[in-house]
Antibody, heavy 122, light 105 residues
């Protein structure tokens, strides 16, 4: 069974950093691109970042570009999101999602984890 | 950036009803359109890709149509399990979601 499990969320002060992780199982991890999508409390979905199967290409939403870095370790079946210079508006539930194919562009998100909550507040 | 606008924001309906949710793109996205269902406290679930392609395991009462800038999600006969929030998503140019349509009793 496909599973993606996020971790690493928590309460952090503005300007600080946090690293999210996503552990994948039940599928051949390096056959698929992966995405991060977030959802602020009571709000809709916002795509954050994506990465190709081999880390050869990545993309970011304008709202996080220059502050967040996506990466993956195929040997560990894991996806990461390094979040620096956090702002209160980054407060959200962060979902890890499996893409439909190998590239992060122009692919649907076929399987989602349950999310990890990031709260940015002093 | 491509903006996605869903209507209505909230839809009240009853079991057995036929309902339609509309999604409009700010520019043509061809067929790069998906629909997701999200229940309270749960992760989104992909229902439909490429406008009308039903994902495996999704009941046939769900259907999608449209092209260019105007798209619809139709549920032919509402079941109790269908009460949720629905999001459209364009994936032609990066990713943008609609604001969501909450389907309630």
């Amino acid at each position: 069974e496909v599973q993606v499990v996020e971790s690493g969320g928590g309460l952090v002060q503005p300007g600080r950093s946090l690293r999210l992780s996503c552990a994948a199982s039940g599928f051949t991890f390096d056959d698929y691109a992966m995405q991060w999508v977030r959802q602020a409390p009571g709000k809709g979905l916002e795509w954050v970042s994506g990465i190709n199967w081999n880390s050869g290409s990545v993309g970011y939403a304008d709202s996080v570009k220059g502050r967040f870095t996506i990466s993956r370790d195929n040997a560990k079946n894991s996806l990461y999101l390094q979040m620096n210079s956090l702002r209160p508006e980054d407060t959200a539930l962060y979902y890890c999602a499996k893409a439909a194919g190998v590239k992060w562009l122009q692919e649907t998100m076929t399987w989602w984890g349950q999310g990890t909550l990031v709260t940015v507040s002093s | 950036d491509i903006q996605m606008t869903q209507s209505p924001s909230t839809l009240s309906a009853s079991v057995g009803d036929r309902v339609t949710i509309t999604c409009r793109a700010s520019q043509s996205i061809s067929s790069w359109l998906a629909w997701y269902q999200q229940k309270p406290g749960k992760a989104p679930k992909l229902l439909i890709s490429d406008v009308s392609n039903l994902e495996s395991g999704v009941p046939s009462r769900f259907s999608g149509s449209g092209s260019g800038t105007q798209f619809t999600l139709t549920i032919s006969s509402l079941q109790p399990d269908d009460f949720a929030t629905y999001y459209c998503q364009q994936y032609k140019n990066l990713y943008t979601f609609g604001q969501g349509t909450k389907l309630e009793i």
